[in-house]
T-cell receptor, first 111, second 115 residues
Framework: QKEVEQNSGPLSVPEGAIASLNCTYS??????FFWYRQYSGKSPELIMS????GDKEDGRFTAQLNKASQYVSLLIRDSQPSDSATYLC???????????FGKGTLLTVNP | EAGVTQFPSHSVIEKGQTVTLRCDPI?????LYWYRRVMGKEIKFLLH????????ESGMPNNRFLAERTGGTYSTLKVQPAELEDSGVYFC?????????????FGSGTRLTVV
């Protein structure tokens, strides 16, 4: 059974702090990894994708991938109250079309 | 560019009834996916269309679920007869092509409640 595990949370950080979200995956065949943000009652929104070991930065977001450890993380710098949402980690299992999602981590950024 | 559109946004039906969910993908997107999230669980893959063809329907729970994509445009997902465990949020997503730098564009989902 291919699984993606996320730290269950909820995670609460003060405004301006760094929020760290973590994810592990079981399928070593996975090549691409995604972080989605989902506001309550809304659709998941893609915020980061990563497929090479190391860091990928986009604005305040940094995704990190370590394939040897089967570990993916998302760092949000200078967290804002508008970042408060559920963050979903997903892996492609090498299929190029079928994503396996984690249950998500609820992040709350307190003003 | 219009996003992925799903309707209805909510549906409450009785056990044993039939419900049809509709998804309009982004224009020009050949790939269309259905996913489902039941309460307390992760979002799970149901099936994948490439144009009008079912590429992978390995995630469909049972034969009470029927997905179609006539003409390779919009898709429908029919549940007949609905059971209590079918309750959840059904997401549709689409992509022009799937590559490492892409992800899906999700619709806002249909919340199905079977009572």
């Amino acid at each position: 059974q291919k699984e993606v595990e996320q730290n269950s949370g909820p995670l609460s950080v003060p405004e301006g702090a760094i929020a760290s979200l973590n994810c592990t995956y079981s399928d070593r065949g996975s090549q691409s990894f995604f972080w989605y943000r989902q506001y309550s009652g809304k659709s998941p929104e893609l915020i980061m994708s990563i497929y090479s070991n190391g860091d990928k930065e986009d604005g305040r977001f940094t995704a990190q991938l370590n394939k040897a450890s089967q570990y993916v993380s998302l760092l949000i710098r200078d967290s804002q109250p508008s970042d408060s949402a559920t963050y979903l980690c997903a892996a492609d299992g090498g299929s190029n079309y079928k994503l396996t999602f984690g249950k998500g981590t609820l992040l709350t950024v307190n003003p | 560019e219009a996003g992925v559109t799903q309707f209805p946004s909510h549906s409450v039906i009785e056990k044993g009834q039939t419900v049809t969910l509709r998804c309009d993908p982004i224009s020009g997107h050949d790939n269309l996916y259905w996913y489902r999230r039941v309460m307390g669980k992760e979002i799970k893959f149901l099936l994948h269309f490439v144009k009008e063809s079912k590429q992978d329907e390995s995630g469909m729970p049972n034969n009470r679920f029927l997905a179609e994509r006539t003409g390779g445009t919009y898709s429908t997902l029919k549940v007949q007869p609905a059971e209590l465990e079918d309750s959840g949020v059904y997401f549709c997503a689409s992509s022009q092509e799937f590559g490492r730098s892409y992800g899906y564009t999700f619709g806002s989902g249909t919340r199905l409640t079977v009572v």
